[in-house]
């Protein structure tokens, strides 16, 4: 068949606040980072499939003929992203020899690759494709990484199967598609994450498709319609935690001390609500500086709030004075215990602060960036509209 090259991009996410309140029925935060996650699939003409990631320096290579066999019975049922073929699942991961549980994220994407792949194309005429991947996002940090991928995965196999149509109107250079397609991409992302993750929540790969923010309350996700964009600086404090860990921290605390923790999940809760009114009225209205300064104090009774919870961590508590010391308020993101901050930049903070400040963190050990929360979800792009850079690793294999 014939297979229309594309080139997508998903972003990541970071939670804005109700970290560990979510798991306990209240409402949560989830906002897009202006971090992405780019894929490329182009045609080929070699008789296999073919797939690079970030993290492996060659391609994995199949030939057509090995994955026919994989998939007798699949017609490509492409309108069905909701169930997981266990049976395909369970064929794929003796195909590639895995046996056991805790797998590494390079084998986890191929098998999300694969599974992604052989349910859209089905036993029909599968063809011969490429595909090489990057990502802007850190593996491991609690940022969608693994979700913008899948995102981008479904996007592109869709686009390139005839299922989705290309996005693109008279004289664009990156578009995004209708509410139909990005509910089809979303189900099929989450079919991805699944074999990545076991059990994901929805959010991460929703944040992926739609962008912008995400109200998370009681399994119901509701994207925001309008959000404005606002600059932070994400730091990674590059100190590993376990998620699971952290929720069963937390998940004790609240047995042991119902009195005091419950209220303040209700606190956090009410952030989040307050957060989310604010958010709203930036965007119906001139942006004051009444609203950043109830943002800024929201992020530190937040994170305050988190200590409380028992999720801190040393790394964190430097990277909150650090960047206090030059007037700017932080918060972990995720699930705490190190991994990732957030540090809110008002529009005013000048590049002298910032760049002040990322050193700052950086000679703390941590890695920081400059980006911004609220941008757009998943995305089509023509080549010349992408940075040069990003086209010259996907070019390189």
């Known amino acids: 068949m014939q297979v229309r090259d594309c080139l997508i991009s998903a972003p990541g996410k970071a939670i804005l606040h109700g970290e560990h309140a979510v798991v306990h029925g209240k409402v949560a935060l989830a906002v897009s980072l202006n971090l992405r996650t780019y894929l490329q699939l182009k045609a080929s003409s070699d008789g296999k499939v073919s797939i690079k990631l970030p993290n492996i320096d060659t391609f994995v290579c199949w030939e057509l003929s090995e994955l026919k066999q994989l998939n007798p019975c699949l017609s490509g049922k492409k309108e069905e992203g909701q169930c997981m073929d266990p049976e395909l699942v369970k064929r794929l991961r003796e195909?590639?020899?895995?046996?056991?549980?805790?797998?590494?994220?390079?084998?986890?994407?191929?098998?999300?690759?694969?599974?992604?792949?052989?349910?859209?194309?089905?036993?029909?005429?599968?063809?011969?494709?490429?595909?090489?991947?990057?990502s802007e996002l850190p593996t491991g940090a609690?940022?969608?990484?693994?979700?913008?991928?899948?995102?981008?995965?479904?996007?592109a196999v869709l686009c390139a199967s005839g299922a989705i149509p290309t996005p693109f109107?008279?004289?664009?250079?990156?578009?995004?598609?209708?509410?139909?397609?990005?509910?089809?991409?979303?189900?099929?992302?989450?079919?991805?994450?699944?074999?990545?993750?076991g059990n994901p929540s929805g959010v991460d790969n929703a944040v992926g498709t739609w962008g912008g923010m995400l109200r998370f309350l009681a399994g119901k996700i509701i994207p925001l319609s309008r959000v404005p964009l606002l600059r932070i600086l994400l730091t990674n404090t590059k100190v590993p935690r376990s998620t699971k860990v952290l929720v069963a921290r937390v998940k004790d605390k609240i047995n042991k001390f119902p009195f005091i923790l419950i209220p303040?999940?209700?606190?956090?809760?009410?952030?989040?609500?307050?957060?989310?009114?604010?958010?709203?009225?930036m965007t119906c209205e001139p942006i004051k500086g009444e609203h950043y300064n109830i943002l800024e104090e929201l992020i530190d009774i937040n994170q305050h709030h988190l200590n409380v919870m028992g999720v801190g961590h040393p790394?964190?508590?430097?990277?909150?004075?650090?960047?206090?010391?030059?007037?700017?308020?932080?918060?972990?993101?995720?699930?705490?215990?190190?991994?990732?901050?957030?540090?809110?930049?008002?529009?005013?903070?000048?590049?002298?602060?910032?760049?002040?400040?990322?050193?700052?963190?950086?000679?703390?050990g941590f890695d920081c960036w400059e980006t911004s929360i609220g941008g757009p979800g998943v995305q089509q792009h023509f080549p010349f509209s992408v940075k040069e850079e990003i086209l010259e690793v996907l070019n390189r294999y």
């Open 95 to 134: 195909f590639m020899g895995v046996t056991n549980e805790n797998l590494d994220s390079s084998t986890t994407a191929t098998l999300a690759f694969l599974y992604i792949y052989l349910s859209l194309f089905g036993s029909g005429d599968m063809p011969s494709l490429t595909v090489c991947v990057w």
């Open 315 to 364: 790394s964190l508590d430097t990277l909150c004075q650090v960047t206090a010391a030059r007037g700017l308020h932080s918060k972990l993101t995720g699930a705490g215990g190190g991994g990732c901050g957030i540090t809110l930049l008002r529009p005013e903070t000048d590049s002298t602060t910032v760049q002040g400040t990322i050193k700052d963190l950086r000679d703390c």
């Open 169 to 197: 109107k008279e004289w664009e250079q990156t578009a995004g598609w209708c509410q139909e397609d990005l509910e089809l991409i979303n189900s099929w992302a989450f079919q991805a994450e699944k074999i990545v993750h």
């Open 264 to 281: 303040v999940l209700d606190s956090v809760d009410a952030i989040s609500c307050t957060c989310e009114k604010v958010l709203n009225e």
């Open 142 to 155: 609690g940022l969608g990484s693994s979700a913008a991928y899948s995102v981008c995965l479904a996007a």
